[in-house]
C-alpha cells in the first residue's frame, strides 16, 4: 500500500525524532481524547512539541491553529510541518529560525 503524501513527512520527522533521541508519539483523539491535537508530540532535552504535519497545499484547521498557538503560549514549541520544512525538525526544536527576522526591543532605559 503506497503512503499518503502527509504520512511521508510524518515519516521523515519521525525518523529524525528517533535520530536526535527524542520521546514522541502519535496521540489518537477518538473517543476520550482531544479534538485538534497536533499529529506527532514529544520531549527533546526537556521541551515540549507538537507538530501538525500537512502535506501539499493543506492547511490546519482553525481547532488546530488554536491548539499550536496554546503550545506555543504555553512555553513548548508547536508548528506546522510539511515538505518545505521537514528536514529541519533539528533546528526547529533548538530554536534556531535558519531565516530569523530582525526583531526590534524598545525597552525603556533606566537609569541608577
Given at each position: 500500500m503506497a503512503m499518503t503524501p502527509e504520512a511521508k513527512v510524518k515519516k521523515k520527522v519521525a525518523d529524525q525524532l528517533k535520530k536526535l533521541g527524542a520521546y514522541y508519539f502519535y496521540p489518537i483523539t477518538s473517543g476520550f481524547g482531544r479534538s485538534g491535537v497536533p499529529d506527532i508530540v514529544g520531549s527533546y532535552r526537556g521541551n515540549f512539541f507538537a507538530f501538525e504535519c500537512k502535506a501539499g497545499k493543506n492547511k490546519p484547521t482553525a481547532l488546530q491553529d488554536k491548539n499550536l498557538s496554546d503550545i506555543n503560549v504555553a512555553g513548548g514549541i508547536a508548528c506546522?510541518?510539511?515538505?518545505?520544512?521537514?528536514?529541519?525538525?533539528?533546528?526547529?526544536?533548538?530554536?534556531?529560525?535558519?531565516?530569523?527576522?530582525?526583531?526590534?526591543?524598545?525597552f525603556p532605559v533606566q537609569y541608577e
Open positions: 506546522v510541518v510539511n515538505e518545505e520544512n521537514m528536514m529541519d525538525i533539528e533546528n526547529i526544536l533548538k530554536g534556531i529560525d535558519p531565516e530569523p527576522e530582525q526583531i526590534e526591543m524598545d
